[in-house]
């Protein structure tokens, strides 16, 4: 049975679903310290001090948490981030997301109840979109 072309052809919400490099994985137990770069996709699960310059994305999970400032070409958060978030293109915020600090992206995507605590900048002068979220989180 094939699959219809027009099923082939719907975009995927989440950009990470389209993305096929190996990530570097920060694990649920891991803690790391220090300044982090590269530019494959990240998934941070466990805890990271110190500053992040991503050249890929970022997808930090709802247990994960970052101290310290990011960078990154996209980002998911679902964790908690103490420090700044500058995103080059797509930030989507969950609901289970905790930001205490300065977030700026070109577009940016917020789900009801996240919290962000700091100033919010959209680069690309669109409004930024709330959401419900339907999906886990974890």
């Known amino acids: 049975m094939s699959t219809p072309k027009r099923l082939l052809n719907i975009p995927?919400?989440?950009?990470?679903?389209?993305?096929?490099?190996?990530?570097?994985?920060?694990?649920?137990?891991?803690v790391?310290?220090?300044?982090i770069s590269g530019d494959g996709p990240f998934v941070v699960s466990g805890e990271v001090?110190?500053?992040?310059?991503?050249g890929g994305?970022?997808?930090?999970?709802?247990n994960g948490s970052w101290h310290g400032n990011i960078q990154a070409e996209q980002a998911i958060v679902a964790g908690?981030?103490?420090?700044?978030?500058?995103?080059?293109?797509?930030?989507?915020?969950?609901?289970?997301?905790?930001i205490r600090g300065k977030v700026s992206?070109?577009?940016?995507a917020i789900a009801r109840g996240a919290i962000v605590d700091g100033e919010i900048e959209v680069t690309?002068?669109?409004p930024?979109?709330?959401?419900e979220e339907k999906r886990d989180g974890k």
């Open 124 to 126: 690309s002068g669109e």
């Open 12 to 30: 995927k919400r989440r950009f990470f679903e389209t993305i096929n490099a190996t990530p570097t994985v920060i694990g649920a137990d891991s």
């Open 57 to 62: 994305g970022l997808n930090l999970s709802v």
């Open 105 to 108: 992206a070109r577009t940016i």
């Open 49 to 54: 001090h110190g500053d992040g310059d991503l």
């Open 32 to 35: 790391i310290v220090g300044n």
């Open 128 to 131: 930024m979109l709330q959401f």
């Open 80 to 98: 908690k981030i103490f420090g700044g978030l500058s995103v080059r293109n797509r930030l989507e915020i969950g609901y289970t997301a905790v």
